[in-house]
């Protein structure tokens, strides 16, 4: 079955950086799109970056400037690396892809920052 499975959060000031993983089995990773949302407190889930299998990448105009999304086909790997964090940035991340016409989940990691 597919299964994402993320890693990677945490608490840190404003200004630092993390970097989540989300390791992706069940797919053929190397053509799925990938995707990393967040759910703030209170907010609905949004997107925060997505990479397709080209390599290709598109982000939210929140995190465009500081945060990456990158992709390891070898290990079935999605990174986000999140660099110059903001309070606002305090949610938890979930990893997402569709797969056969069915969207799936991982169970999210908890990013907070402190100001």
């Known amino acids: 079955q597919v299964r994402l499975v993320e890693s990677g959060g945490g608490l840190v000031q404003a200004g630092g950086s993390l970097r989540l993983s989300c390791r992706a089995s069940g797919i053929n990773f190397k053509i799925a799109t990938m995707a990393w949302y967040r759910q703030a407190p209170g907010n609905q889930r949004e997107l925060v970056a997505r990479?397709?299998?080209?390599?290709?990448?598109n982000y939210s105009d929140s995190v465009t400037g500081r945060f990456t999304i990158s992709r390891n086909n070898a290990y079935n790997t999605v990174f986000l690396q999140m660099t110059n964090l903001e309070p606002e940035d305090t949610g938890v991340y979930f990893c997402q892809t569709n797969w056969k016409s069915r969207t799936f989940w991982g169970q999210g990691t908890q990013v907070t920052v402190l100001s």
């Open positions: 990479i397709v299998s080209s390599g290709g990448t």
